[in-house]
T-cell receptor, first 115, second 114 residues
Framework: DAGVTQSPTHLIKTRGQQVTLRCSPI?????VSWYQQVLGQGPQFIFQ???????GRGNFPDRFSARQFPNYSSELNVNALLLGDSALYLC??????????????FGDGTRLSIL | AQTVTQSQPEMSVQEAETVTLSCTYD???????LFWYKQPPSRQMILVIR??????QNATENRFSVNFQKAAKSFSLKISDSQLGDAAMYFC???????????FGKGTRLHILP
């Protein structure tokens, strides 16, 4: 069975641009979470979606938004990119919500570089 | 606010030896879960071991075990018979039962010396 898949693998953007990152959860998983991992740091929680509804939001500006589709895949959008948005963006999926009873499975991430 | 602290940025261990990675956390909640994740250069975050805070017994997964000290808010990971494939970044993490976000520490880079 396929794991969590994220696209693209790498992305280079310039300041002020907008970017969309995509995530497909493991088949049967209905919950998707997004994390930002800056180089040398642990991942930081951005969003969690379950059944197409936002269930949790981390301490990120409104430039960050996300959504979940009927097939449970998800997109993370970041507007007005800043140099500080350069990071590895990780997507994780789990069977249900809340996550405490369900192990989260992570994808390989999208490496976003802002020039 | 919940925090997770890993005080060892890097550690090295000889192959086949035992190593312990330290982690402390701070929370006012009584119901939470603790994890150790491994992140090799391939970037994928892999769950190594999980501990429910309400369980007194320390979790064990093959060569990996934890020492969970709830009163001290300490959650260390012991790797026995270290193997070259264990080389990676290790993240300690905490999830509150009422919440859905995992709080990660800054990580410990583990080197395995042949």
């Amino acid at each position: 069975d396929a794991g969590v898949t994220q696209s693209p693998t790498h992305l280079i953007k310039t300041r002020g641009q907008q970017v969309t990152l995509r995530c497909s959860p493991i088949s049967g998983h209905k919950s998707v979470s997004w994390y930002q991992q800056v180089l040398g740091q642990g991942p930081q929680f951005i969003f969690q979606y379950y059944e197409k509804e936002e269930r949790g939001r981390g301490n990120f500006p409104d430039r960050f938004s996300a959504r979940q589709f009927p097939n449970y895949s998800s997109e993370l959008n970041v507007n007005a990119l800043l140099l500080g948005d350069s990071a590895l963006y990780l997507c994780a999926s789990s069977l249900g919500w809340p996550n405490s009873n369900q192990p989260q499975h992570f994808g390989d991430g999208t490496r976003l570089s802002i020039l | 606010a919940q925090t997770v602290t890993q005080s060892q940025p890097e550690m090295s261990v000889q192959e086949a030896e035992t190593v312990t990675l330290s982690c402390t956390y701070d929370t006012s909640e009584s119901d939470y879960y603790l994890f150790w994740y491994k992140q090799p250069p391939s970037r994928q975050m892999i769950l190594v071991i999980r501990q429910e805070a309400y369980k007194q017994q320390n979790a064990t997964e093959n060569r990996f075990s934890v020492n969970f000290q709830k009163a001290a808010k300490s959650f260390s990971l012991k790797i026995s018979d270290s193997q070259l494939g264990d080389a990676a970044m290790y993240f300690c993490a905490c999830l509150m039962n009422r919440d859905d976000k995992i709080i990660f520490g800054k990580g410990t880079r583990l080197h395995i010396l042949p």
